[in-house]
């Protein structure tokens, strides 16, 4: 795989997709990126990098929705659209460039933010999407963030709904749907490091694949 390629993974919470994907990122060798990107956006627009992470803390219409209709002067504005204006859409085409420059330079995996959407113009992709057994999911939530069963079903159900909006609405794929990736995969099913082994052969015969 001399070429350069992406690994784009979206997941639902507590299917230990974020795991998964740094486990991926390493038998690869190449780079992850998942909070990662909130940083480079900020460095790219101009904007102070605890700003971003605020923002990714509050997305209950989606990655940046709290923050539609508000007006930062911004140090970079040819990074920008238009009228300056720090909405959902100003902020996700940061995001986009960021991610289409990093794809550009080098193998990365990248979590969510619709990047299997940025890139499909990208022969060198591979999308995945990770499920797991609602069970194991909140056993998960419960374990990470020493929370009870009833506030961990509680986010699953909001992140759910977020990361169901925000992509619905920048992509023109479904999240979670099948038919959206080339691979859906219950973690559920072989664990951890399983599934990591399972998506290691996936992609390297995916990308061996003559496009």
């Known amino acids: 795989m001399e070429e350069n390629f992406a690994i784009n993974m979206g997941r639902q919470l507590g299917s230990g997709g974020h795991t998964i994907g740094e486990k991926l990122a390493k038998e690869l060798n190449i780079e992850f990126y998942d909070k990662e990107l909130i940083n480079l956006a900020s460095e790219k627009s101009g904007l102070c990098r605890k700003f971003f992470e605020k923002a990714d803390e509050k997305a209950s219409q989606g990655f940046f929705g709290t923050l539609s209709n508000i007006h930062f ?3 970079n504005e040819s990074a920008m659209p ?3 204006c720090l909405s959902n859409d100003a902020l996700f085409k940061v995001q986009s460039d960021v991610i289409k420059m990093l794809a550009d330079v080098k193998s990365c995996l990248f979590m969510g933010r619709c990047a299997d959407y940025i890139l499909r113009e990208n ?3 591979v999308n995945i999407f990770i499920s797991a057994d609602t069970t194991d ?3 998960r939530i419960c374990r990470e963030r020493h929370i009870t069963e009833g ?3 509680n986010a699953i159900e909001k992140a759910d ?3 169901t909006e925000y992509y619905n609405y920048y992509s023109t794929g479904t999240w979670g749907a099948a038919a959206t990736y080339h691979l859906c995969i219950n973690s559920s099913i072989f664990g951890i490091d399983g599934t990591v082994k399972f998506l290691k052969t996936f992609i390297i015969n995916k990308l ?3 496009v």
């Open 137 to 139: 999911r909140i056993a």
């Open 73 to 75: 002067p911004f140090i």
């Open 161 to 163: 709904k977020e990361r």
């Open 208 to 210: 061996a694949q003559k």
């Open 82 to 84: 238009s009228e300056n």
């Open 151 to 153: 506030q961990a079903k």
């Open 123 to 125: 022969p060198r992709c």
